[in-house]
T-cell receptor
Framework: GAVVSQHPSWVICKSGTSVKIECRSL??????MFWYRQFPKQSLMLMAT?????????EQGVEKDKFLINHASLTLSTLTVTSAHPEDSSFYIC???????????FGPGTRLTVT | DQQVKQNSPSLSVQEGRISILNCDYT??????FLWYKKYPAEGPTFLIS?????DKNEDGRFTVFLNKSAKHLSLHIVPSQPGDSAVYFC??????????FGEGTQLTVNP
């Protein structure tokens, strides 16, 4: 099956610093990648959709200058949380799609804690 | 506006019995529905899907039923096993890859 990896799986950073999370599709080319955020016991909230080589499309209420997304190749997308604050602490999950028919393959997630 | 709702935050069943997880949606443009299983601190894994042209899809112990007129779908797991204990999310899409998720239902299967 299609495999998506995320790195790091867990990160702690100080308030005001920036953190980069990588999402890779290991055995397929991902034309579209998605970034989600999940708070405890809540649904996965879509943050943004990115297509390779173009700018990401952000969901309403998501600050694009704070959550920088780069989809530089068909196998790699990165999410950079800039000037992180404690309220950015969350579980960030990426997914990748190669077919555009609704099925997405999810990464294992990254737990971000901002102190 | 929560377009996909899972009204039961939790469900507990005995091993061997049937688990029924429910999901309702409001957007009539949704035409493809999926169920995902998620363990703590892991990403969701795909379980089963159904297109709006069908009303039932079966894969082993998992069956998804779709009632378009009621905008309701359900996931049946039979027989339930302790390893099925996880959070189950339903998701919907309407032409394209963008998914809208429900809030999830924590299923606990007791031995």
């Amino acid at each position: 099956g299609a495999v998506v990896s995320q790195h790091p799986s867990w990160v702690i950073c100080k308030s005001g610093t920036s953190v980069k999370i990588e999402c890779r599709s290991l055995d397929f080319q991902a034309t579209t990648m998605f970034w989600y955020r999940q708070f405890p016991k809540q649904s996965l909230m879509l943050m943004a959709t990115s297509n390779e080589g173009s700018k990401a499309t952000y969901e309403q209420g998501v600050e694009k200058d704070k959550f920088l997304i780069n989809h530089a190749s068909l196998t790699l997308s990165t999410l950079t949380v800039t000037s992180a604050h404690p309220e950015d602490s969350s579980f960030y999950i990426c997914s990748a799609s190669d077919a555009g028919v609704g099925e997405q393959y999810f990464g294992p997630g990254t737990r971000l804690t901002v102190t | 506006d929560q377009q996909v709702k899972q009204n039961s935050p939790s469900l507990s069943v005995q091993e061997g019995r049937i688990s029924i997880l429910n999901c309702d949606y409001t957007n009539s443009m949704f035409d493809y529905f999926l169920w995902y299983k998620k363990y703590p601190a892991e990403g969701p894994t795909f379980l089963i899907s159904i297109s709006s042209i069908k009303d039932k899809n079966e894969d082993g112990r998992f069956t998804v039923f779709l009632n378009k007129s009621a905008k309701h779908l359900s996931l049946h797991i039979v027989p339930s096993q302790p390893g099925d204990s996880a959070v189950y999310f339903c998701a919907a899409s309407g032409g394209g890859s963008r998914l809208t998720f429900g809030e999830g239902t924590q299923l606990t299967v007791n031995p």
